[in-house]
């Protein structure tokens, strides 16, 4: 029986085309031939208008986004595809829904399915009962040999023989194993970027190190020439994929990432490279091959980059940073378990420690917690100093090791690299003397390539000149004492200018795993937990409400009380400043500052008219009442004859007005006692 009717003529021929994966597009061509050649069947069968689909080429059809099938049952839908053509089902799906979609809308606008093996027409019974069996023959076809291909796989990795790729620095033997590089540049290079992660604990400052070094790292390029390492400035992504490849701690691994699968719009969506945890791993084999450091030292970088993650949470300590607060990221709450976190006050190293934990979780505005952070910081400082003090003099030697082995990293790397460039050079040498020189085509090119890397020789060796003139000299016997010195008084080295706060967060971190903190009256409670598992107690005095290093001192304070009482803010501030008297951040008084200290601490400006309602005078007032000069007063006050108070020396003198009319201080006025004889006057007399 004909099934192809004229109405199935009239309407366009739709070949889709797909192939599963990037690699059957790269490899497998044959199949692709195939599928485009039933647009020349669909013409001999007698459609003119053939429309071939390949928007699927390299995609699964596995049920994931498909956007030429879509565009496949949208023309079916339509009614403008009187045929659908491809190889076999399992082109056109590898699921059933998709499938079963496909027969169903084909049965409703009565389209054909052509493959190579026959044309069916899906509103019959029987073409209908075959094409399903098709489809689920293909779907279970897939599932076997999935099945299989992955069973061989795990039973390959389980013994540690899989290998999909080679991480750089290693390569692979004749019998199929890992070996280090034998390229000595690629190995340092990975050394050197181990070592400086141990130094600084940060993956970006060691990418910031190795680029302001002009220090390139190796990363492996698959091209056509295949497997090619090549030399670049390092990327953040470069060195944290070299940091948290367990290949190099010489463990072989297999399952490290995994797929997740999702449900969007109808279609699944398969989210592959998803990172599992270490327990989650399918295989983990220790001591596979060689490695560039130990497993121990793997696992130390990995709790130093997963707790330098900032954004991941309380649980974190967080990365080291240059801010005041020694203790950020180890100080845990111990009423809610929470952080706490660090609210910073200039640059002077003055924080202040605080738990939100009340604000953000119970909506009160109070603070679960706070303190300032001088003398938490300075009683566990002095407590990891007395505990790791036996180990100044080791330090210190391995300070002076370090500052003999300081630069000689990069000069190394730019010695390795003029090495490598000279063989480079000589090999393109080698070359152009081998080649015709009566072929200018090949000759002229060779020249050009050999120009190239003999100025990139002299490039190097210019940059080895001049590192080699940057190096550091060596260390005098004076300052090698000194540093011995420094090893054996740690509290100095912990004061000295030079140690950052960066250095002190790291040693405390090095040793402390957290501290737990908790509030009493008047007292912090620490419980310092080692990184060894024991536990100390601390007892911190709390300073209470008002007392701060900044507080302004007592004898200050009463000295400003008793000044209020007979000046006003400006002529205290002048009184405080011929005193040499200095605010408690340091500053000279001003009008503003007396006013301010005043309504802080609750004392009364000085009123016009209020040194008369108690009846007192200072000296010019009384100079003028007695009608004598103001030495004459301070000279009667000297003398004990006028009774006078003066709050400190250079303060003014505070006189009671019924003093003035002391018979004393009257006979001593009309006397003239109370006036010094002239010394000149004096003298002429004798003569």
Not at 321 to 341: D, F, P, S, V, Y
Not at 359 to 382: L, W, Y
Not at 677 to 687: A, C, K
Request: glycine share 8%; charged share 25%.
């Amino acid at each position: 029986m004909n099934k192809i009717t004229p109405d199935h003529l009239s309407r366009s021929a739709y070949v889709y085309v797909r192939q599963s994966t990037s690699d059957q597009l790269l490899n497998n061509p044959e199949s692709r031939r195939r599928q485009y050649a039933l647009a020349t069947r669909a013409r001999a069968l007698g459609w003119e208008n053939v429309i071939v689909i390949d928007d699927d080429l390299g995609r699964s059809g596995g049920g994931t986004a498909r956007p030429g099938f879509e565009r496949l049952l949208t023309a079916i839908c339509t009614g403008s595809a009187g045929v659908v053509l491809a190889i076999e089902a399992s082109r056109l799906a590898r699921n059933g829904r998709d499938w079963h979609t496909l027969l169903e809308f084909c049965t409703l606008v009565s389209s054909l399915i052509i493959d190579e093996d026959g044309i069916y027409d899906p509103k019959l019974m029987n073409d209908r009962l075959l094409l399903g069996m098709k489809g689920t023959f293909s779907e279970l076809e897939l599932s076997i040999l999935r099945q299989r291909s992955q069973e061989a796989l795990r039973l390959k990795a389980a013994r540690g023989d899989l290998h999909t790729s080679v991480a750089i620095g290693y390569v692979r033997s004749a019998d199929d194993r890992l070996e280090l590089d034998p390229d000595k540049r690629v190995r340092e290079a990975l050394h050197l970027a181990f070592c400086k992660f141990a130094e600084f604990g940060s993956v970006r400052q060691v990418v910031i190190w190795l680029c302001d070094e002009g220090i390139k790292m190796p990363i492996v390029v698959y091209g056509e020439r295949g497997r090619v390492v090549e030399w670049r400035l390092p990327r953040y992504n470069t060195i944290h994929r070299l940091l948290s490849n367990p290949v190099y701690a010489g463990a072989y691994v297999f399952g490290r990432t995994g797929s997740q699968v999702r449900i969007e719009v109808g279609r699944k969506l398969i989210a592959r490279g998803v990172r599992r945890l270490q327990k989650d791993w399918e295989v983990l084999i220790r001591d596979h091959h060689e490695g560039y450091i130990s497993w121990q030292d793997y696992e130390s970088n990995q709790r130093i980059i997963n707790g330098n993650a900032n954004m991941k949470g309380e649980m974190v300590p967080g990365s080291v940073r240059n801010g005041g607060g020694l203790l950020i990221g180890l100080l845990r709450c111990g009423h809610c378990g929470r952080k706490l976190r660090v609210l910073h006050n200039g640059l002077r190293g003055i924080a202040r420690y605080v738990c939100n934990d009340a604000n953000v979780n119970h909506g009160r505005r109070t603070k679960c917690i706070g303190f300032g952070n001088m003398r938490i910081d300075a009683a566990v400082s002095a407590e990891v100093l007395s505990v790791i003090a036996p180990l100044g003099l080791d330090a210190a030697l391995q300070a002076i090791a370090d500052r003999e082995r300081a630069g000689t990293e990069r000069l190394r790397q730019i010695e390795l690299t003029l090495e490598q460039a000279r063989y480079e050079a000589a090999r393109a040498h080698r070359q152009y003397n081998a080649v015709d020189p009566e072929n200018r085509l090949v000759a002229g090119d060779l020249e050009r390539r050999w120009n190239e890397r003999l100025a990139e020789v002299a490039r190097l060796e210019a940059d080895l000149a001049v590192a080699r003139d940057k190096q550091p000299s060596a260390l005098t016997d004076t300052e090698r004492a000194e540093i011995l010195a420094l090893g054996a008084d740690l509290e100095q080295l912990w004061r000295h200018p030079g140690a950052s706060a960066v250095i002190r967060k790291r040693i405390l971190r090095a040793v402390l795993e957290e501290i737990i903190v908790t509030l009493e009256p008047g007292y912090l409670h620490l419980k310092l937990h080692w990184k060894g598992g024991d536990h100390t107690l601390l007892h911190v005095v709390k300073n209470r409400t008002g007392q701060h290093r900044w507080k302004t001192d007592a004898a200050t304070e009463q000295l400003i009380c008793q000044l209020a009482r007979m000046l006003s803010d400006g002529n205290i501030a002048s009184v405080l400043n011929r005193l040499g008297v200095r605010t408690a951040k340091g500053n000279t008084w001003t009008q503003q500052r007396v006013r301010t200290f005043r309504n802080d601490h609750g004392v009364a400006a000085y009123r016009e008219g209020e040194r008369a309602e108690r009846g007192e005078v200072i000296l010019h007032e009384a100079a003028s009442r007695l009608q004598v000069s103001k030495m004459t007063v301070v000279r009667l006050i000297k003398d004990g004859v006028l009774p006078a108070k003066q709050a400190c020396l250079g303060a003014p003198y505070v006189i009671r007005e019924m003093d003035l009319d002391l018979p004393a201080v009257q006979s001593a006025i009309k006397s003239g006692r109370a006036v010094s004889p002239d010394p000149r006057q004096g003298l002429l007399e004798y003569q």
